[in-house]
């Protein structure tokens, strides 16, 4: 049976990765192992066109396999295999299957399609049978095949130290073995993380290793900003990988972003709607965003089609707690232990229960025995001073979120949202709690209008390469500015898709937005947000649309128009005449419009102090980007942003120092790593400079923009031969894999090749290139400052400001 279900789930993997199919995963057949069952039933029930159904037979070391594809709504045969391999050739049958079911169904693949159909995670048989029965084994859910899973993944990578999804299944093991509470989290962390990296390394383009690091980066180090880059990587490689969509989706609820949240969370259920996970995870996503009511009726429905879906048991418990039906509670609190058995986290909820049903002497025996056990074994302290808050113990919850922290427990997560805490909410020491695991929601606590600073990080220049995007502030009372309920329902679709800054989404951000502003041409709020979007595709994607800028300076225009009061509206105006027209001076005049109407959100300051630093306005641009700081005091971008003017301002000591605050903040912010980067460059400090690059890379994975950022830094040490190198491959192959023209020049004046450099300027001048923006204050072209060619193009460039 485990090759059955070991070769279905490679199948899948397999063809998950022509993106023109959406695949039902592994989870959502197993139902339909064993027992015989009609395909075309079984297509029906899975809301798919077509259906792989086959046999194996095993007799020594030969397979028999048969395949066929069926077409669901016609009920016919469109293609049909009969296989006898060797029992070490498995991997060949994989090849053969895959290759002929894509064939059947897409007659003429791409090129790119082929090579990705094509791909194998491992060409050695024994370590793809130990994955096989790894995977078998994980699709138990069972606390013995988590066990056996774990063993099966370790003999696969002791076979081939280079299988990048065994390694991905090895953290996926980890992370849930310290969520279920099982061992004591701080080891089960560190080595999810560690093989979650080690995947990524292998195969960046692996849509379950980024997947498995985004969640080693939310559960172990709260690197918040990191863990969502991984999951959105993941998305944009697999947009039909449902664990993925899953986990962001968790993510996002954790950071109070909950419309986004459950979006991702109703995205994963329809890709795969007979994975219960899946609604759990829907559910869970109701609850923390206190819709109890759908949570309840979503729990409901689960235990209808899996009556034996003991998590579902769990979070009604939680949920029923919240609407005051705590005898409800308890029941479903046993039941899940019934099911699950004695999970210290399930004991927890039973205890909780008790306590708001009046019975505190059983919750008080269930809270002794916890403590009790702790002693000896990991016993989640974060459940446990849930219990004491239900029992009204507000210090000795705080002490036990306190050993929470220190012990890494990963539920500390969720201190931002979850109810259960509410009565900590005004206390110092939640406060303080909250603060040190980098949540960010205690960064928006310093930035009462608006929850930007994870929804709309900003296009500053140390993100040129690809910025933290913009976002409008999070209000609960929908868009301003229509009376159309249409209109603002695409609004809100658009700024779903917008925010999860990929190119795909912002395109379907844009898609929305024209259809709303269709409906009401004088929806200002959504002609803004078209605006930024359209400027985003600059970064966004490589290279740019040739009317990216154009189109966005023409919504940002309609924006103004429809509401010149609309602070938005201004700034997105302003950000174009900056970085696309360099009207230093009309964009000053938007910008501290903006400021003006909204004088206490940080983006517009930050916009504002970005086109005063191209002026040469240091002085000024670091008084207001100060200004921006100390209305978001725990925000990494306004942090970093104060580092960036710093470097143009060419003080390299304070800015090292600002970015190293700004990674107390958040200790994987990319950008920071970027400004950090460059002023070790520009100070000659060599050895650090390639040490912060080496993290660049490992966050960002080994792509055209990476090589070109070590290229830099090797020109700015003196390694000029290994910078040539590298820059001839970017330029050669520039044609297919796309850096901006600006970074090339960048490199040429690093090299002291003034030709070059000034001939890449002028192309970076047709590209619209976004770094071109600061070229008169960037000091990584110095070098050119002395030739008059240079001041030619910098009069021709720049509009009088």
Request: proline share 4%; charged share 25%.
């Amino acid at each position: 049976e485990y090759l059955g279900v070991g070769l279905a789930d490679a199948l899948i993997t397999r063809l998950s990765n022509v993106h023109r199919f959406i695949v039902r995963p592994t989870s959502s057949v197993l139902r339909y192992r064993g027992a015989p069952a009609d395909p075309l039933v079984a297509g029906r029930e899975l809301g798919v066109d077509y259906v792989v159904d086959g046999t194996i037979r095993r007799a020594g070391e030969m397979l028999r396999i048969t395949a066929q594809l069926l077409s669901v709504e016609e009920g016919a045969t469109r293609w049909a295999g009969r296989f006898d391999e060797e029992y070490t050739d498995v991997l060949q049958l994989e090849d053969i299957i895959s290759e002929q079911v894509a064939g059947a169904l897409l007659p003429h693949l791409t090129g790119d399609e082929r090579r990705q159909l094509g791909r194998r995670g491992t060409d050695d048989a024994e370590a793809f049978e130990a994955y096989m029965r790894g995977r078998y084994h994980w699709y138990t859910q069972s606390a013995d095949g988590f066990a056996k899973s774990i063993s099966c993944y370790r003999k696969a990578v002791e076979r081939d130290p280079n299988y990048a999804a065994a390694y991905a299944g090895i953290a996926e093991y980890h992370c849930w073995i310290a969520v279920y509470g099982l061992a004591p989290p701080t080891e089960q962390l560190a080595a999810a993380r560690e093989a979650a990296q080690r995947s990524v390394a292998l195969d960046e383009t692996m849509a379950e290793a980024q997947t498995s690091l985004g969640l080693s980066l939310l559960t172990d180090a709260a690197q918040w900003q990191l863990a969502e880059a991984r999951f959105r990587r993941a998305i944009e490689l697999n947009p039909n990988y449902t664990q993925a969509h899953a986990h962001y989706a968790c993510q996002l609820a954790m950071e109070g972003r909950f419309d986004e949240s459950i979006a991702e969370a109703r995205r994963a259920c329809e890709l795969d709607p007979l994975n219960p996970f899946n609604f759990y995870f829907l559910t869970w996503c109701l609850y923390q965003a206190r819709r109890f009511g759908e949570a309840i009726a979503q729990a409901r429905r689960l235990l209808q089609s899996e009556p034996r879906y003991g998590s579902a048991r769990f979070i009604l418990s939680w949920t029923l707690r919240r609407t005051g039906e705590p005898i409800e509670a308890v029941a479903d609190a046993k039941k899940a232990i019934e099911l699950l058995g004695e999970i210290p986290m399930l004991t927890a909820a039973l205890a909780s229960a008790h306590a708001a049903a009046g019975q505190t002497d059983e919750a008080r025996r269930s809270l002794a025995a916890m403590n009790a056990r702790s002693r000896t074994h990991f016993v989640s302290p974060y459940h446990r001073a849930l219990v004491h808050l239900q029992l009204g113990e507000q210090e000795e919850a705080l002490n036990l979120l306190e050993q929470a922290v220190a012990t890494s427990d990963p539920w500390v997560v969720w201190f931002g949202t979850e109810t259960q805490l509410d009565p900590l909410r005004d206390h110092p020491r939640f406060n303080e709690l909250l603060h040190r695991t980098h949540n960010p929601i205690a960064s928006r606590r310093g930035d009462k209008a608006t929850a930007e600073d994870k929804a709309r990080a900003d296009a500053t220049p140390s993100g040129q390469s690809q910025p933290a995007a913009a976002s409008r502030p999070v209000d609960n009372t929908g868009p301003r500015g229509t009376d159309d309920d249409e209109a603002r329902q695409l609004y809100v679709a658009g700024r779903y898709f917008a925010t999860r800054r990929t190119a795909e989404g912002l395109r379907q951000g844009i898609e929305r937005f024209k259809r709303a502003v269709v409906r009401d041409p004088k929806f200002a709020l959504a002609h803004a947000e078209m605006a930024d979007c359209y400027s985003l595709l600059n970064w966004y994607v490589e290279p740019p649309p040739a009317d990216a800028w154009a189109n966005a300076k023409q919504s940002a225009l309609n924006a103004v128009e429809a509401d010149n009061a609309l602070a938005e509206g201004h700034a997105s105006l302003g950000l174009v005449l900056c970085y696309y027209d360099r009207d230093f001076a009309g964009a000053e005049t938007e910008l501290r419009r903006a400021v003006e109407l909204m004088p206490d959100v940080p983006v517009a300051r930050r916009w504002h102090a970005f086109n005063l630093s191209a002026m040469g306005r240091h002085d000024e641009a670091l008084s207001e980007i100060r200004r921006a700081l100390e209305v978001s005091p725990l925000s990494p971008v306004a942090a970093t942003a104060v580092a960036n003017v710093l470097f143009f301002a060419r003080r390299y000591d304070e800015a090292i120092e600002q970015c190293r605050k700004a990674l107390e903040i958040d200790p994987g912010s990319l950008s920071t790593h970027i400004v950090m980067r460059w002023c070790y460059e520009m100070k000659g400090m060599c050895d650090e400079a390639m040490s912060v690059y080496e993290e660049e890379r490992a966050f960002a994975g080994d792509t055209p923009t990476t090589r070109a950022k070590r290229a830099h830094v090797l020109a700015s040490c003196g390694r000029a031969d290994e910078a040539r190198a590298i820059l001839l491959g970017i330029v050669t192959g520039r044609g297919e894999q796309w850096v901006t023209a600006y970074e090339i020049a960048v490199i040429y004046s690093l090299l002291g090749d003034a030709d070059d450099a000034l001939n890449w300027l002028l192309e970076a001048e047709k590209e619209h290139s976004v770094g071109l923006t600061y070229a008169r204050v960037d000091p990584r072209i110095d070098k050119l400052r002395s030739d008059p060619r240079f001041d030619e193009l910098l009069k021709r460039l720049f509009t009088e400001s």
